[in-house]
């Protein structure tokens, strides 16, 4: 992850904050914690989602990842940056879920940081933008 970018300290630490959001919300969650995380790591690591794509498959290639491993974390990656989940697959439902709630709170972080948001803003982007019961219960720690 390091090599892809670089010095590029800002994007580094959304991953890591990223990642963090999703481990905690994996631990009341049921989901495939492999696939989130994984994908957790490489989501937004290029600038498109092909690149995305590519680097995802060329690092889980070098680590001997499983044909299967590699196909379901580049698919939620791409459902990501698409904004779309696949109705009626219930196991990657839960994983895009989980994954969006994972960035939207690092975003979240960053934003109440950034911009000073108040508890109005905070709240209706916690209702309207995440969708597991513990990623809205993690969201409301930033309420003030």
Known sequence: MKKYLKTNFK???QVLKRVKYAEEILKEEIADPAVVLLASYF???GSTTEENQNVCKDILVKLHAKEEMISEVCRLIR???ENKAEEGIE???INYKILSD???LATLEYEIK???LDNTEIGAKIDSE?????GKKIGKR???
């Open 43 to 45: 989501y937004g690591l």
């Open 102 to 104: 994972a960035d939207k």
């Open 130 to 134: 995440l969708r597991t019961r513990t």
């Open 114 to 116: 950034a911009k000073s």
């Open 79 to 81: 459902l990501i940056e």
């Open 142 to 144: 930033f309420l003030k």
């Open 91 to 93: 196991g990657l439902l």
């Open 11 to 13: 994007k580094l630490k």
